[in-house]
């Protein structure tokens, strides 16, 4: 039985949206992956199996509480990589 945990496809659409009006210091793949580890890991998990996940995240997605939730997570986890995560290449 597959679990999966509804709450990673929240945030990683939420991610996209956050991007449009946030424009992140850096953006490569491991920046932008801390800042979706920190987000999740503050956020509640929801987990459910694969097969109602789909119709789960539907219905996450209209809680508008939820979402703004998600995006406060996104906030802080961003300013949090900018400054304390950051690689230097
Ligand atoms: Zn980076």
Redesign the pocket.
Known sequence: MAIVNAMETVVTQLFEEFRKNYEL????????Q?ILAIALNRLPPRYTSSEKGHLYVKGEFTDRQLQSDVMRELMEASTF?EHHL??R?
């Open positions: 210091k850096c953006v490569c793949l491991t920046c932008q801390d990589v950051h690689h290449e």
